[in-house]
């Protein structure tokens, strides 16, 4: 029993010792170190709610979206801040802020005036009124409505409208969010608020989003703004606050996770006021595929030329022409550019290039022409050009009688009935003047998973939301087969057209199309986030692709685009008529793809122009915008 209680007594001395020497420790050997880790556990730390965002560059260095600072007060509440503080608040604030376009109710200006008035309109209370009101024979509101009754001329009189309006600013929301008081403060302003040191009151730079140039591509580059209600929860998984700023749409919102910054971070002092500890880290810069200059000159030329065609005959239903420009050896975007002609102005329409689709005419020769080369349709080699007739159905002929032909000059002068004839032999039948033709869906498959492979019908795996896949008609005939061989039937985006003839260009693969490809960091350091990528390989023999590259070849030097480009660029391309409907008339859309030089592939071009013209009984013109486009592109393509 005596050794049980020794133990316990040195159990004790050693406790002793250990506590005290832990008190030594901290009170004395490490003080400060305790100090500081007491004071941060404690500390109420807040964040400002937008940040520095990585600016967009294009693919040499030049900035083309940025930010600009504004000063913005902002108001937060302080865990057990006194009512009186916060009127007190308002009332400075109303003498050294103007703020315009605000409105305030009498219902506003009466709580406010009782809750700064409050002792005093109290005193003068009936007691039969708070009787009845304690009695419950008075309602609550009709009691306030009593109350506010009492309020006097002179106290109603000694606030201001914006007294009130900053008040209710200052309690509007959820308590523990940053109320915004006022946006874009003067110099004066700020200095005047600084000098005050009110509780909760802070003025903070918040970001907002400059583009350095007028360019359709404006429309891409995407917004900012608060977190939508669908995102909420996937934004605050991920760190953020409910007030947070973030990409909304097209790169902004892709690219969110490079592009935003890290808040500035306040600390609330023991005397209310803020701190700033932290103040925050930039974004990195996206870096995209664009070249600034060249989109520019691409951008004014196609504005000229729209305002051109809108001066001459036919162009009642033409509202604007599309253009992409990309590297076929990697599917990178140099270049995009579209705009809609509305009553004498020009938009951005360069949205409308991912999800406008179009019945694009005879440039898709070329993916048809290799759909027949593998499944050993070709018609021969010497057809005469003439017309196929089917049962109960009008003759369907080439745009001119094109004489005897081959494959290359099929593709060279676009017969649409050596396409004809290589459509029926694909469905295993011959033609016969007059005959029953209908083709199994098996057929229209045969076409269209072939065309998918070369960006026909398929996304282009652009990193911009919206793509549009364009649409695929759903009846089958023999009628409708042929003209899906000749661009009549489905419709394609001008990104898949490009996608197209740049797979063509480099006979090998298709890359997906893509806009932005690396960031560069606050070091400077540069690190592809986007890589380039094959999204298939182009299915064709050595010698039918050197067929089609030399129908092509053939359309620019002496067939359908003969005056497309200057020669010296050695061009290759396609160019398309389809009959379009709009506004219930029937029109005329032009497109043309190319690539160049030839031989070594730098350039993929796209240009459609919807309903460029329609018909009517006065006049069949059709301006010649593409080929007027085309010319000038390539001279500021190949501009040193």
Same mark, same amino acid.
């Given at each position: 029993?005596?050794?049980?209680?020794?133990?316990?007594?040195?159990?004790?001395?050693?406790?002793?010792?250990?506590?005290?020497?832990?008190?030594?420790?901290?009170?004395?050997?490490?003080?400060?170190?305790?100090?500081?880790?007491?004071?941060?556990?404690?500390?109420?730390?807040?964040?400002?709610?937008?940040?520095?965002?990585?600016?967009?560059?294009?693919?040499?260095?030049?900035?083309?979206?940025?930010?600009?600072?504004?000063?913005?007060?902002?108001? +937060?509440?302080?865990?057990?801040?006194?009512?009186?503080?916060?009127?007190?608040?308002?009332?400075?604030?109303?003498?050294?802020?103007?703020?315009?376009?605000?409105?305030?109710?009498?219902?506003?200006?009466?709580?406010?005036?009782?809750?700064?008035?409050?002792?005093?309109?109290?005193?003068?209370?009936?007691?039969?009124?708070?009787?009845?009101?304690?009695?419950?024979?008075?309602?609550?509101?009709?009691?306030?409505?009593?109350?506010?009754?009492?309020?006097?001329?002179?106290?109603?009189?000694?606030?201001?409208?914006?007294?009130?309006?900053?008040?209710?600013?200052?309690?509007?929301?959820?308590?523990?969010?940053?109320?915004?008081?006022?946006?874009?403060?003067?110099?004066?302003?700020?200095?005047?608020?600084?000098?005050?040191?009110?509780?909760?009151?802070?003025?903070?730079?918040?970001?907002?989003?400059?583009?350095?140039?007028?360019?359709?591509?404006?429309?891409?580059?995407?917004?900012?703004?608060?977190?939508?209600?669908? #995102?909420?929860?996937?934004?605050?998984?991920?760190?953020?606050?409910?007030?947070?700023?973030?990409?909304?749409?097209?790169?902004?919102?892709?690219?969110?996770?490079?592009?935003?910054?890290?808040?500035?971070?306040?600390?609330?002092?023991?005397?209310?006021?803020?701190?700033?500890?932290?103040?925050?880290?930039?974004?990195?810069?996206?870096?995209? +595929?664009?070249?600034?200059?060249?989109?520019?000159?691409?951008?004014?030329?196609?504005?000229?030329?729209?305002?051109?065609?809108?001066?001459?005959?036919?162009?009642?239903?033409?509202?604007?022409?599309?253009?992409?420009?990309?590297?076929?050896?990697?599917?990178?975007?140099?270049?995009?550019?579209?705009?809609?002609?509305? #009553?004498?102005?020009?938009?951005?329409?360069?949205?409308?290039?991912?999800?406008?689709?179009?019945?694009?005419?005879?440039?898709?020769?070329?993916?048809?022409?290799?759909?027949?080369?593998?499944?050993?349709?070709?018609?021969?080699?010497?057809?005469?050009?003439?017309?196929?007739?089917?049962?109960?159905?009008?003759?369907?002929?080439?745009?001119?009688?094109?004489?005897?032909?081959?494959?290359?000059?099929?593709?060279?002068?676009?017969?649409?009935?050596?396409?004809?004839?290589?459509?029926?032999?694909?469905?295993?039948?011959?033609?016969?003047?007059?005959?029953?033709?209908?083709?199994?869906?098996?057929?229209?498959?045969?076409?269209?998973?072939?065309?998918?492979?070369?960006?026909?019908?398929?996304?282009?795996?652009?990193?911009?939301?919206?793509?549009?896949?364009?649409?695929?008609?759903?009846?089958?005939?023999?009628?409708?087969?042929?003209?899906? &061989?000749?661009?009549?039937?489905?419709?394609?985006? +001008?990104?898949?057209?490009?996608?197209?003839?740049?797979?063509?260009?480099?006979?090998?693969?298709?890359?997906?199309?893509?806009?932005?490809?690396?960031?560069?960091?606050?070091?400077?350091?540069?690190?592809?986030?986007?890589?380039?990528?094959?999204?298939?390989?182009?299915?064709?023999?050595?010698?039918?692709?050197?067929?089609?590259?030399?129908?092509?070849?053939?359309?620019?030097?002496?067939?359908?685009?003969?005056?497309?480009?200057?020669?010296?660029?050695?061009?290759?391309?396609?160019?398309?008529?389809?009959? &379009?409907?709009?506004?219930?008339?029937?029109?005329?859309?032009?497109?043309?793809?190319?690539?160049?030089?030839?031989?070594?592939?730098?350039?993929?071009?796209?240009?459609?122009?919807?309903?460029?013209?329609?018909?009517?009984?006065?006049?069949?013109?059709?301006?010649?915008?593409?080929?007027?486009?085309?010319?000038?592109?390539?001279?500021?393509?190949?501009?040193?």
């Amino acid at each position: 029993m005596k050794s049980k209680i020794y133990l316990i007594k040195i159990l004790i001395v050693v406790i002793n010792i250990v506590v005290v020497w832990r008190l030594y420790d901290i009170c004395i050997v490490n003080h400060e170190k305790y100090e500081y880790l007491s004071s941060i556990t404690n500390e109420k730390i807040i964040e400002s709610n937008t940040t520095l965002r990585g600016r967009i560059l294009d693919c040499k260095g030049n900035v083309l979206v940025d930010n600009k600072g504004i000063k913005v007060l902002y108001y +937060t509440k302080i865990p057990e801040i006194k009512l009186s503080e916060e009127i007190k608040i308002a009332e400075s604030l109303a003498k050294v802020i103007d703020l315009n376009d605000f409105r305030v109710t009498d219902l506003q200006i009466n709580e406010y005036v009782y809750k700064k008035y409050k002792t005093d309109i109290d005193k003068r209370i009936n007691k039969e009124k708070l009787k009845k009101y304690n009695e419950r024979k008075l309602n609550e509101n009709d009691y306030l409505n009593y109350k506010y009754s009492l309020i006097t001329n002179e106290e109603k009189t000694s606030i201001s409208n914006l007294e009130v309006y900053i008040y209710n600013l200052m309690n509007s929301g959820y308590s523990y969010q940053d109320k915004v008081i006022k946006k874009n403060l003067t110099d004066e302003e700020f200095t005047m608020i600084n000098e005050m040191n009110l509780s909760g009151i802070r003025v903070d730079i918040d970001y907002v989003r400059i583009y350095k140039y007028d360019t359709s591509l404006n429309q891409i580059f995407g917004s900012i703004g608060p977190i939508t209600k669908e #995102n909420k929860a996937k934004y605050l998984n991920n760190g953020y606050k409910l007030n947070s700023i973030v990409g909304v749409s097209f790169l902004e919102k892709t690219y969110e996770k490079y592009l935003k910054g890290s808040a500035r971070k306040y600390k609330i002092k023991s005397d209310n006021t803020l701190e700033v500890v932290d103040e925050g880290k930039k974004g990195n810069d996206l870096v995209l +595929t664009i070249d600034i200059d060249k989109q520019i000159k691409i951008d004014n030329v196609l504005k000229e030329e729209i305002i051109n065609a809108k001066k001459s005959p036919n162009t009642k239903y033409y509202n604007g022409s599309n253009i992409v420009v990309s590297d076929p050896t990697n599917g990178h975007i140099i270049a995009m550019s579209s705009y809609e002609y509305n #009553n004498g102005a020009l938009n951005y329409n360069t949205i409308g290039i991912l999800k406008n689709s179009y019945t694009v005419g005879s440039v898709v020769k070329a993916a048809s022409m290799s759909t027949l080369y593998k499944y050993n349709a070709i018609p021969g080699d010497r057809v005469r050009d003439a017309c196929v007739k089917l049962f109960s159905q009008n003759e369907k002929c080439s745009w001119k009688s094109l004489g005897i032909i081959n494959d290359i000059d099929a593709l060279a002068f676009s017969s649409n009935y050596y396409q004809f004839l290589g459509a029926i032999k694909l469905s295993g039948m011959e033609y016969k003047y007059n005959m029953k033709f209908n083709p199994a869906r098996d057929d229209f498959n045969k076409y269209r998973d072939y065309f998918k492979t070369l960006g026909l019908g398929s996304k282009t795996m652009i990193d911009i939301d919206g793509e549009d896949v364009g649409i695929l008609g759903s009846m089958i005939s023999g009628d409708l087969l042929l003209n899906l &061989t000749i661009g009549q039937y489905d419709t394609y985006t +001008t990104l898949m057209l490009n996608n197209y003839i740049a797979t063509i260009a480099n006979g090998k693969c298709r890359y997906k199309l893509k806009i932005a490809d690396s960031i560069v960091d606050e070091s400077s350091n540069k690190r592809v986030i986007n890589k380039d990528e094959i999204l298939n390989n182009y299915e064709i023999s050595d010698e039918n692709y050197t067929r089609i590259k030399a129908g092509l070849r053939k359309v620019v030097t002496n067939g359908t685009a003969a005056y497309y480009m200057d020669k010296k660029y050695n061009a290759s391309g396609k160019t398309g008529t389809s009959e &379009t409907f709009y506004g219930g008339a029937n029109t005329y859309t032009k497109s043309f793809i190319a690539y160049f030089p030839s031989d070594d592939p730098k350039y993929a071009l796209t240009i459609i122009s919807p309903n460029i013209s329609y018909k009517n009984s006065t006049s069949n013109y059709k301006y010649p915008i593409n080929s007027k486009l085309s010319r000038k592109i390539a001279n500021i393509l190949f501009e040193n």
